[in-house]
């Protein structure tokens, strides 16, 4: 475990797309108040409901009380990585007590796809929504008392506040294991009868009473699910190529690939083994319900659109649960101590197969983020600055099915700028969409009147300043190729920036080009 935090460590900036961009409206939500901030109060309020992605938000201001923000960060994710193998270790101990080495197989899922695209709330969700399996599994009789009762609610509350997903994958699987279980122990009740007319009824009631009260735990947090899900349907979209499926379990090289497809392989055959076993013996276990489950999950990943009450990605998040709940699976079946021990060997080496492999791209971002950030440097404070990222607008001939989809960390990279030179960033896209605790005005929003950072051959930056009577004093060009070659292509942008900016500032590989208002 304390292997898997040197890529967090190591590098001054932890490469995730949304990362810098959580820590800029973290510094909003903690300097709010303040008189000397006057200026965020001018662009921005804040979210009146406390709900979904204000937690994360909370913690990080916390912590930027106490240390930098890129070491609240970096305490954040340590965080993360502690709680979800945790979780997954008490959750799998839950299941049986002898399968300690199949919660090695989480290891290789820690550096996972949404980490990397910077969904800090959700990774957080899925940690709690093992720790909600976990204690379901060993309490799920004895949730009509008080004391259980209570405790199931305040995990079912922290599933809500970490991410609406998690809990309503937690109710999903509770539900179904629920039905399993009363439906695995009638029948065995039926069998061990020696007249089937004696099947006592009453008993089977009794059984399902107690986890009955799992159901009525999750009431509070439904109804906050459903308050928040007001007024946010976005529309569907249509499903995607089934090869994506696997892509969408990657990060940004091709070669993790392999270490995903030897992890599902291993997954898969553990599940072939367990399958083999219950045939066998004829006989199934109540650990066999995740299994069902993870197929259940699977048919909704493929069944379900990317965009759902205006949240984005969901398809790629629902595969982690059909992993997680296969390894839950898997860890119903008793294994001998040399399979174990080889079982928990090939999960390490996969997991350090996955650190290693990425390494260097991370040494490749951080080189890309300190040339982006040394522009700060000639930057006033208390102004704002409209970032155009040339990383997020791909020409068409770099564009391929793999690198379409890859998560871009230099993307929001004038969220740590803003936020260390207390800037209004204009290309903030959290106060945009209505999901996070900070909120442009919207006599100001720039994503209405200016355009966005994704398409910089849109942008009005000349409009912006007509139509809300405020300019735009800094602009910042971000690529990871010359400028020069960019401004070829963005002509109407290049003639905006000349009528009205001076160029203070070129990188030394002209990465990025600082411009600020001539007037």
Known sequence: LLLHMVPLWAFDYFPSQDGLSHLYNATIIRNYTREEFAVYREFYTLQHTFGVNWLIHLVLAGLMELVPILTAEKILLTGYALIF???????????????????????????????????????????????????????????????????????????YLTHIISLIMAIAVIGIMTAWLVILESFEIALSSSNSRSFDWQHLWLMLRPRLWATVAFV??????????????????????????????????????????????????????????????????????FLLV?????????????????????????????????????????????????????????????????????????????????????????????????????????????????PNPLVHVSGYIAATKTLVDLGNYEAATGHFPTVFRPQLNPYRYLGTKEDPLKLNIEGYQDQVGKQVDYVLLMSTRSIEQELRHASDLYRQLNAAYRLIYTSPRDLARLYRRSD
């Open 85 to 159: 193998m945790l979780s997954l270790r008490y959750a799998v101990l839950s299941v049986n007590e002898s399968s300690l080495a199949i919660a090695f197989l989480g290891f290789p899922l820690i550096y996972n796809r949404s980490l990397h695209m910077g969904f800090y709330s959700f990774i957080f969700g899925l940690a709690t929504f093992l720790f909600c399996i976990g204690y379901w599994v060993r309490r799920n009789r004895d949730l009509g008392c008080n004391r259980a009762l209570v405790s199931f609610v305040v995990i079912s509350l922290l599933l």
């Open 294 to 406: 993870a197929v259940f999950v699977f048919f909704v990943y493929i069944l379900t659109p990317d965009v759902l009450f205006g949240g984005a990605l969901i398809r790629e998040r629902l595969l982690l649960y059909v992993i997680l709940l296969s390894i839950l699976g898997v860890a119903g079946q008793t294994y001998g101590h040399v399979l174990s021990r080889l079982i928990a060997g090939v999960a390490s080496a996969i997991a350090i197969s996955g650190l290693v492999i990425n390494l260097p791209q991370y040494k490749n971002f951080n080189e890309h983020f300190h040339e982006y950030v040394s522009a700060g440097e000639f930057i006033d404070p208390h102004t704002n600055l409209l970032p155009v990222s040339f990383t997020y607008y791909w020409p068409s001939h770099d564009v391929d099915w793999f690198t379409s989809t890859a």
């Open 220 to 289: 509070p947090s439904i109804l906050l699910v459903s308050l928040f899900l007001q007024d946010k349907y976005a529309g569907l979209s249509v499903l995607e190529d089934l090869k994506i499926g696997f892509r969408q379990l990657l990060s940004f090289q091709r070669t993790e690939a392999a270490v995903m497809g030897a992890l599902l392989a291993t997954v898969m055959l553990l599940s072939i083994l367990n399958l083999k076993d219950r045939a066998a013996r004829f006989r199934l276990e109540r650990s066999d319900g």
